[in-house]
């Protein structure tokens, strides 16, 4: 949320290194490429190019340390690091600013109102307040409606609300929002960021993000969404829009 | 209802869907009388616009009666003749309250604006009948249609104006008049402008009000060339003409102060960059054919500015930035702030600074639209603009 060391580093904007390769990785790529380079001298025809082509990159690969590859599809390290600190096997952390044409207090007082969420958070069916003041969470993901339990875990007057899955929940996440004056009187920013464990791995996570209910892709739009609500009083729906053929 | 819908390239129907509802407490539902097709429209016809569906229903030039309003809007009755911007916008976010309403932050749904935000960054305004990344809401050629922010879009006209004389000031008469204010006039300028289809003619218009002493109507339909002639203008066919050599040698040598690209990514002609552009488009390298920009930033004298409100949809490529940087050039576009103009055009209007509807070449019923896209296409020069009554 704030700058790490003083760098505009905000959560899930952090690159992995470049040089992202360990020494045992680095030794395991020369010496995979020698061996397929040594085999490709053996092979006839495109097929031996390729082994060559190949070989000769995870040689490359191996003496220089740095996969483009590994920097693209890995965790970043400020992943790793929520996933270290939260004892969580990988993280997937997420980060979406938005401004509101409206004063902080309004807008945090809004945004505190889980009772609200399910009207401009698509993929909350419903919030409701345990008896020990915990939140009984009823959301959907890619296999349907699942029902977990959260808390409030930290809360700085209209600055600051942070919220996690109780200890031990079956969908691991955290959530935090900032709240900040907007230069110039031009309203408020809220700086979320969503970190979770992706059930099943990365993979998983690409998949979700292709049903839509990705924990990522909500807080992109449940922010615009409560945008919305704050400043026009309504959402904006495009429907009905007369897609379906009638005869 | 009846409304016309895209099925896919140079495919559009006039097909029986279901009304239009109330869904949010700000909408209107408008009882169109009259409606348009734009220049604009063809770019959708043509298949170059990105993200639309078959079955999208088509139209951002309507106007019509309110019959129906949701329960938040309070400066508009049932009955209330109305012309709606085509470019939707909240009246309320950091942009609208700028006026800069195309650039409204709320009207484009958010899960469409993730569309717009991959292709540009951020999204721009949502749009009637015009892509999903601009919206995806139903379009205005149609027996109904929803309009989202009604209180803040529909724009009520006086009983006196017919609908041919306020229909334009849904989009292209607005369009033309910042055209002209986005390309600096200053008195005595000499203004070239490419391209006079209706947004051209009334470019034309405009600048001449706002100070020009010299228009130059730029071309290759006869008919069109003398529309912008009767507005003062004077003209080149560039099937006839060296628009390059024509243009320098009447202006003595300067070029003109101000240009304004009223084409788009669509130009015609035969030059070598365009035919080069096509053949980009035709394997799916290339989206735009921005040959009247390259044409008009070498063009244009030095320090002058180009005003563009032709419509580009994609990536452009061999513009001549070194021109355009060393001869010390302003460019300036944006789809229309179609609320901010409503009122003064209205005005010009009535004193008859303007008269609209001497663009309008054909009255046509929503029925025949099929054959109005394709004649609008294909018979430029004899249809201006088509005006259909659902």
């Given at each position: 949320m704030s700058d790490i060391d003083g760098n505009l580093?905000?959560?899930?904007?952090r690159l992995a290194p470049?040089?992202?390769?360990k020494a045992g990785e680095r030794g395991a790529s020369v010496i995979a490429g020698t061996v397929l380079g040594a085999l490709a001298t053996q092979q006839k025809g495109p097929a031996g190019v390729l082994m060559g082509l190949l070989g000769s990159l995870l040689v490359a690969r191996g003496i220089t340390g740095v996969s483009p590859a590994k920097r693209l599809l890995g965790q970043r390290p400020d992943e790793a690091a929520v996933a270290k600190a939260a004892g969580w096997s990988s993280a997937a952390l997420l980060s979406r600013a938005v401004t509101i044409n409206a004063p902080r207090a309004e807008v945090f007082r809004r945004f505190r109102d889980?009772?609200?969420w399910p009207e401009w958070a698509v993929n909350v069916k419903s919030i409701d307040i345990n008896d020990d003041g915990t939140l009984h969470f009823t959301t959907l993901d890619p296999s349907g409606a699942v029902e977990w339990d959260g808390e409030v875990t930290e809360e700085h007057g209209d600055t600051l609300l942070a919220i996690a899955s109780v200890a031990g929940s079956a969908f691991p996440i955290t959530a935090r929002y900032e709240f900040r004056d907007a230069p110039a009187g031009r309203g408020t920013e809220i700086h979320g960021a969503v970190a979770y464990e992706p059930p099943g791995g990365s993979l998983v996570r690409y998949a979700a993000k292709l049903t839509q209910r990705e924990p990522g892709i909500q807080l992109r739009r449940d922010l615009k969404r409560f945008k919305s609500l704050i400043e026009t009083g309504e959402i904006a729906v495009n429907d009905p829009q007369g897609t379906d053929p009638k005869a | 209802m009846r409304a016309v819908r895209w099925h896919g390239k140079k495919d559009v129907r006039v097909d029986n869907v279901p009304d239009p509802e109330?869904?949010?407490?700000r909408d209107a539902i408008i009882r169109v009388t009259s409606t348009a097709i734009c220049g604009s429209d063809l770019h959708l016809y043509d298949g170059m616009i990105p993200s639309m569906q078959a079955g999208d229903i088509l139209g951002h030039e309507f106007m019509g009666e309110v019959v129906a309003l949701g329960?938040?809007?309070?400066?508009?009755?049932?009955?209330d003749r109305v012309v709606v911007p085509f470019t939707i916008a909240c009246g309320q976010c950091f942009f609208c309250e700028k006026t800069?309403?195309?650039?409204?932050?709320?009207?484009?749904p958010a899960d469409n604006q993730d569309i717009a935000e991959a292709m540009m960054g951020h999204s721009p305004s949502g749009l009637f009948g015009y892509s999903h990344m601009l919206g995806g809401y139903a379009g205005g050629q149609a027996e109904l249609v929803r309009v989202p922010f009604a209180d803040t879009g529909c724009f009520k006209v006086p009983a006196h104006l017919t609908d041919d004389q306020v229909l334009f000031l849904s989009d292209i008469l607005p369009t033309g008049w910042m055209a002209a204010e986005n390309a600096e006039i200053e008195k005595g300028d000499t203004v070239a402008v490419w391209g006079a289809g209706p947004v051209g003619q009334f470019a034309i218009r405009s600048a001449f009000l706002l100070g020009a002493e010299r228009v130059i109507a730029i071309d290759h339909r006869p008919g069109r060339l003398a529309l912008a002639a009767e507005a003062g203008a004077e003209t080149i066919d560039f099937e006839d003409v060296d628009v390059m050599a024509a243009l320098a040698e009447t202006t003595g040598g300067n070029g003109p102060d101000r240009c304004i690209?009223?084409?788009?990514?669509e130009a015609h002609g035969l030059a070598i960059d365009n035919i080069q552009d096509r053949a980009k488009q035709a394997i799916g390298i290339g989206t735009d054919r921005p040959h009247v920009l390259r044409q008009a930033i070498v063009a244009c004298r030095k320090g002058g500015t180009i005003s563009m409100p032709g419509v580009y949809g994609g990536l452009l490529d061999n513009l001549p930035m070194g021109a355009f940087v060393n001869k010390g050039l302003t460019l300036k576009t944006g789809q229309t702030h179609v609320h901010r103009y409503m009122q003064p055009l209205l005005e010009r209007i009535e004193a008859g600074d303007?008269?609209?509807?001497?663009?309008?070449?054909h009255r046509l019923s929503l029925s025949e639209a099929p054959g109005a896209y394709d004649d609008f296409l294909n018979k430029q020069d004899e249809f201006t603009k088509v005006v259909m009554q659902p």
């Open positions: 580093a905000p959560p899930g904007t470049r040089r992202n390769l889980f009772a609200a | 109330i869904v949010n407490p329960k938040g809007v309070t400066n508009l009755r049932i009955g800069l309403t195309s650039l409204c932050d709320n009207s484009n690209d009223a084409v788009g990514m303007i008269k609209p509807d001497v663009i309008i070449s």
